[in-house]
T-cell receptor
Framework: RKEVEQDPGPFNVPEGATVAFNCTYSNSASQSFFWYRQDCRKEPKLLMSVYSSGNEDGRFTAQLNRASQYISLLIRDSKLSDSATYLCVVSMNTGFQKLVFGTGTRLLVSP | DVKVTQSSRYLVKRTGEKVFLECVQDMDHENMFWYRQDPGLGLRLIYFSYDVKMKEKGDIPEGYSVSREKKERFSLILESASTNQTSMYLC???????????FGQGTRLTVV
């Protein structure tokens, strides 16, 4: 089982749609969770951290479910500029401490 | 703004060559990382460093070494490049190991 798993997509949605991504992780002791965004041929950049109580940043909402070991990202009112790959990132200690990146979910927003 | 700078965007090297990838960060971060990114495999950690002259193996260190002589600079070395090391290489830095990682723009290395 992969340490962090994501549906690779692509998710094809029209502008204005609401779309949600899930990500599951294997290590129940994980403490920190993030969503990164990566544009084509660019480096990943932090989109938002994910807190236990859930958090929102404009059109983006992130939630954590520790019992089921998954995190989610909801994007409301999708824009063309939201087209990108979204990486789920989880901190783990597997002999050494590290951030583990999922392979990403690709989102394509069309006019 | 935090800036992480990698020395090259694109590199083409021959099999057996020794390859140096350089990374510099300007935010006095303790931690620096080297990843490679391949389609379907995501980002995989090669090596990381928590301090000057300190290095730790990540998940896929074979065929690589690193050097951190100064806090701001972390170098990845391919001792004898092979075609299976063709990949996108990403350097990152962070103030703590489980906080936001800031990435360089990446080096796309092709080994022929």
């Amino acid at each position: 089982r992969k340490e962090v798993e994501q549906d690779p997509g692509p998710f094809n949605v029209p502008e204005g749609a609401t779309v949600a991504f899930n990500c599951t992780y294997s290590n129940s002791a994980s403490q920190s969770f993030f969503w990164y965004r990566q544009d084509c041929r660019k480096e990943p950049k932090l989109l938002m951290s994910v807190y236990s109580s859930g958090n929102e940043d404009g059109r983006f909402t992130a939630q954590l479910n520790r019992a089921s070991q998954y995190i989610s990202l909801l994007i409301r009112d999708s824009k063309l500029s939201d087209s990108a790959t979204y990486l789920c990132v989880v901190s783990m200690n597997t002999g050494f401490q590290k951030l583990v990146f999922g392979t990403g979910t690709r989102l394509l927003v069309s006019p | 703004d935090v800036k992480v700078t990698q020395s090259s965007r694109y590199l083409v090297k021959r099999t057996g060559e020794k390859v140096f990838l350089e990374c510099v960060q300007d935010m006095d971060h303790e931690n620096m990382f080297w990843y490679r990114q391949d389609p379907g495999l995501g980002l995989r950690l090669i090596y990381f460093s928590y301090d000057v002259k300190m290095k730790e193996k990540g998940d896929i260190p074979e065929g690589y070494s690193v050097s951190r002589e100064k806090k701001e600079r972390f170098s990845l070395i391919l001792e004898s490049a092979s075609t299976n090391q063709t990949s996108m290489y990403l350097c990152a830095s962070s103030p703590q190991w489980d906080t936001e990682a800031f990435f360089g723009q990446g080096t796309r290395l092709t080994v022929v």
